[in-house]
């Protein structure tokens, strides 16, 4: 379909996955708020709604034309929509990038799917339900539990934001789109590069097998064909290849992000194509040798910056792809070579621009929610939507060469205590999941406070000790097996199992609090927050990071670090650039304290 750029965000929402014909269905639906949730039963699937909304963006967003940031406990779209006449003979798929949080879906009145999480993806087979050239209405209710232990990441359960917790986001929050696909068509493909075997090694799962059929793969880049290799697509549910790339290959890196082209094909016996995607590649390792961390080879320290993808206007959904853009440039900018995506999960896009770029991400989950219970020893009850969830997330981002390393709960806070808890199982749960789904990058447990699993390849602390001092002396015995780590402030006991030389980094710190509209006021009226003392000028804010970064660039067993943070988000005024992405700092100044090689790049 052609890109229509009258609707919002009229962009293609898979692109590394991309099919040649598609309906973007963003833009004006009917909407009405059910707080009671009742509407099932009040006969909202059959009745025109009161209220119009601009998907894909929450009603608790000024853009979505509702900003009621009121608790949502229930909410319901419709519009109707058309399958094109030509798409007859195809099967028709509905695709949500993500909706808050548990979804049920209705097409022509009946229903044809529901799906539990607010961060992950899902797609419903409707061909049955909306016949080519017919028009019928499309329903979506999503219901959001305020206070019941989900996934939510950094939306408040209280009415307001406080601390680091924001408004909460609820309903439909990416792209919704149709897409035809044949009877027996392509799955997302898992591309796992091998630059040791300088390959691609590609597994294209497919609907169902096709007698006869096969499966095609070609890698190009700019000048034509660089190889290509072909497999029986009636033998394997997924079938599986080795694509051996010719001498002159190219390594994705961050200083030269290449991508190669891939185009897959699913072509029958005759030789037809029956279904295409296109795709792209970067061909780069992952390693670690003691407590370094290699990337194709090279140790590499990682200047990460967390960014927690929250906008002033469209909350966790950006206004605009450029606004993607935008927040990588920001960061690459002030030096860093990457960022921790913080307690959400990002839309693709924002990762096939990591991809472009040449930008490090480490992939996270929005795992807070699960803090619902009594104790220290039982507070966290996180369930096994939390592992179905990353599931989705591992399935969609697998592929992306951006990704250096996941992380699956962060601070997930609870004493270690002589009794196996629901903490314990899923974390190792996730732990697991990710291991099994993703042999070729590191997984850490946890970010910060209770690592539970002895086998994590990374292990990190968050430490927002503000005197570089002090900072710099947590650090000192990292080398003896001894590294700071986050305890209970009531008993001083440690969150977590001992560290087991894996490497190391500081995965938050900083949170330096700087407002300059609130320069002037007494600390008893100031509204922003930060970690620490906050900063009297300027000057004390440069000597500050330069001097908590330093400590970690000098530290010879670290191998990277993350700063709080990059904006400032609502009342966390702590952003190295504003919530509206205005400049703070001198980014020359923040970019030259970054900028001289590590110690663990030397060693």
Known sequence: ????????????????????????????WEFEIDRGDSG?????????????????????????????????HAVWYRRTIRVPDDWAGQRVLLHFGAVDHDATVWVGGVQVGRHRGGFSGFTVDITDAAPPGAEVPLVVRARDEPHAPQARGKQSREHTPRAALYWRTTGIWQTVWLEPVPPVALRRPRITPNVAAGSFDVEVPLTANLPGGAVRVTVSDAAGEVVSAEVRADLDLAPRLTLALPEGRRLWSQANPFLYDLRFELRSAGGDVVDEVDSYAGLRSVAITGRQVRLNGDVVFQRLVLDQGYYPDGLMTAPSDADLVRDIELALAAGFNGARLHQKV?????????DRLGYLVWGEF????????????????PDASYVQEWLEVLERDYSHPSIVGWCPLNETWQAYGDRITALDDVTRAMFLATKAFDTSRPVL???GYAHRVADSDIFDSHDYEQDPVLFAANYARLADGDPYVNRADSTGESWSIAYRGQP????????????????????????????????????EFYVRFEGLVGALLDHPDMFGY??????????????????DRSAKFDLARIRAAQARPAAIEQA
């Open 1 to 28: 379909m052609p890109y229509d750029d009258t609707l919002p965000r009229p962009e293609y929402p898979r692109p590394q996955f991309r099919r040649e014909r598609w309906l973007n269905l963003n833009g004006r």
């Open 366 to 381: 929005g795992d807070w929610g699960c803090n619902t219970g009594q104790g220290e020893t039982t507070n966290q009850q």
């Open 504 to 539: 190391f980094f500081v995965s938050e710190f900083g949170g330096i609090w700087w407002n300059p509209a609130e320069a002037g006021r007494p600390q008893s009226m100031r509204e922003s927050w930060g970690y620490g003392d906050r900063v009297r000028d300027l000057e």
């Open 562 to 579: 993350c700063y709080t943070q990059l904006t400032d988000v609502f009342q966390e005024q702590n952003g190295l650039y504003g919530f």
């Open 40 to 72: 099932l039963e009040r006969g909202l699937l059959d009745t025109p709604l009161r209220d119009e909304i601009l998907v894909p963006f929450a009603p608790e967003t000024t853009l979505s034309g509702i900003g009621d940031r009121d608790f949502l």
């Open 346 to 354: 990002f839309e693709e896009r924002f990762l096939y621009h990591a």
């Open 445 to 447: 447990d946890t970010s």
